[in-house]
DNA sequence: GTAAAATCGTTATTAAAATATCGATTGCCT
DNA sequence: AGGCAATCGATATTTTAATAACGATTTTAC
């Protein structure tokens, strides 16, 4: 690694492999400069450079860009969609049930390979187990990653009981705040907060007596 | 409004409103500082004031703090909770189909009232409408909001149909980039980008090998 | 072979967000 | 009533990310 790439910059990588494949696969393009993919994104050159350039083993070269192949070969590899991860999921209600079925997560390379929910016992065609056998099972299925799905009120209890298991990453989809300790990494998923985003610049735009009370 | 709040304080808001009504309801607080709030939410104590301060009406007192109930309604207020926004969706596959039977949409002010796909009928009871019924019923049903959950390669031509249809912002959860003229917002949820963030530093932490070929 | 154009990658500057510092205000305790 | 402790709100500083500027490199054209 040239050094640590930031979180934003990580954000965006996703979008330039879709980008890229789209060039790859319906235009049968071959070498490809951050300029064009600056443009065609809508997003800063030098950013687009700078993004490139931390997942690029070989570089690209002046005039011609990269390899268009070999980039993607580097995004794939840098955000890990080669190597499966095992996760497990706690919350099989609407959203957790969607996300149990997702496809496209194998695509990243995710892999749930257990879902835990209070009392149901087949979502789906998976088998729902309860918390007590999370331990056995994370450990046996050597899974690493815990999708939170519960309600915001058993998220904590639930959290807690997947960092005892042996979860070292958390992807919380309850819209609340947890307390892990510092080894351990936490994703948020808040669809309320980004919705806030969206309707508050909605908000200003069309100018509807705003959401502010202060006006 | 003091000013124009920031994207990621507009991001903290959902999580201090869910925090503020537990407190509220579970153990009966009337008063509550920044302090308080920072220290319980793991936040820095002047970036909490300074959010507070954007939403909050009459302000705290000093000693004091804030009026729990006050700060509820200045946040709920501020994030357009009351008011009820229209929106569409377009894509009712596992993930589009989660979201449109997802309950917790109303708390947050959002009603999605059409569904939108090629070839489905019925979907949770829901009826499914073609795309070339949209304008109509975003006018009809003065829908505003356009959730976009279509795979990536169709997103892009499904963006621009809701924009002549009238939508004024989009919630897209395709994985890809889309080109929407500068008055419409456009707010990204990409599953795929916070997997990597997630993942990334999973990979870090571990060092298993790391994803990174530059090593 | 040389000049020109395009692109890369690095270094500098700007902008934005997070954090620290400080004085002012309010309530509580003696 | 007076002083102490806690909190607010505002201003400054630091940190981080985005953008701009620049020199170096490589291909293409003549």
Redesign the pocket.
Known sequence: M?GTI????LR?LPYYLEYLKKQRDEKQVVN?????VANDLH?????V??D??AV?V?????????VITELITDLECFLGYNNTKEAIIAGVGKLGSALLSYDEFARYGLHIVAAFDTNEEIVDNVKIFPAKKMADLCERLHAHIGIICVPPSQAQAVCDEMIKSGILAIWNFAPTHLRVPPEVILQNENLAASLAVLSQNLAIEIGEGSNDRKG
């Open positions: 040239t930031s979180k934003q910059a965006r490809i400069s951050a300029t064009i997003l800063n050159e030098v950013q450079r700078k490139l350039a690029s070989t570089g690209g070269k002046p005039k011609t860009g990269y």
